[in-house]
């Protein structure tokens, strides 16, 4: 059975990174902000090393940082927790940045991006090979394994799940796929077969969502492997 269609974070990332050195006085952070148009810019040392990140956040906690306490809005205990560390007096990037806690591997899958994301609460990752920062990722360019053709998709759910891994004849189910919504009709030998049909093809890049038609003509048999060992 070939290897399954993963796209990777390479395949996806942002390669042309706005950056500044960590001696760019802070006015210049704010600037490639504006100019850029992004919320984030990674601070980097002379031969690409990621050193730390500068976002919005820490731009308005800079300034925030700089009213009198007296004057200061209050607000409630409870609200915004992780909110940046004020750095009253930074003056260059290196002062200012925050240290980057999470990063990724270009070699990493999107889904594999997409969970980290989720679980660590950010919008974008700095994707770092070797200590090196060759690319961002955010939110918009997980969107990228959505942009498959119907065809594309239903061609691997034939080849690589019916075949691949249930070795059956694909005549005996019928594919169609229409706005990454896969519809399986057919009848497979076991009960199991059926679920690791369904389980398979919802794990499929750009699927959205299964409908199973399927049938089986018996319940299970004892030389069955089980579901979970397929789908690891």
Not at 68 to 86: L, S
Not at 102 to 124: C, F, K, S, Y
Not at 158 to 176: C, F, K, M, S, Y
Request: glycine share 6%; aromatic share 2%.
């Amino acid at each position: 059975m070939r290897t399954r269609r993963q796209t990777t974070v390479a395949e996806v990332m942002t390669t042309a990174v706005v950056s500044v050195p960590p001696h760019a006085p802070v006015p210049e952070v704010a600037s490639t902000l504006y100019v850029a148009a992004v919320r984030a810019v990674p601070v980097l040392g002379d031969e690409g090393q990621l050193l730390g990140v500068i976002s919005e956040a820490d731009l308005m906690a800079a300034i925030a940082a700089t009213e009198p306490v007296e004057h200061r809005w209050g607000r409630p205990r409870h609200v915004h927790r992780g909110v940046p560390v004020a750095r009253p007096g930074a003056r260059t990037a290196g002062e200012l940045m925050s240290a980057v806690l999470v990063t990724i591997d270009p070699h990493a899958t999107v889904a594999a991006a997409a969970r980290l994301m989720r679980e660590q609460g950010v919008n974008w990752l700095p994707v770092v090979a070797d200590s090196r920062l060759v690319g961002v990722l955010g939110r918009s360019d997980l969107l990228a394994v959505f942009f498959r053709t119907d065809a594309a998709i239903r061609t691997e759910i034939v080849e690589d799940v019916l075949v691949g891994a249930l070795a059956t004849d694909p005549n005996r189910v019928a594919v169609d796929v229409v706005d990454g919504v896969v519809t399986l009709t057919g009848e497979l030998d076991t009960h199991i077969d059926a679920e690791v049909a369904v389980a398979l093809t919802s794990r499929t890049e750009g699927v959205i969502d299964v409908v199973d038609r399927l049938s089986w003509q018996v319940q299970d048999r004892p030389d069955t492997i089980p579901v979970r060992s397929l789908l690891h």
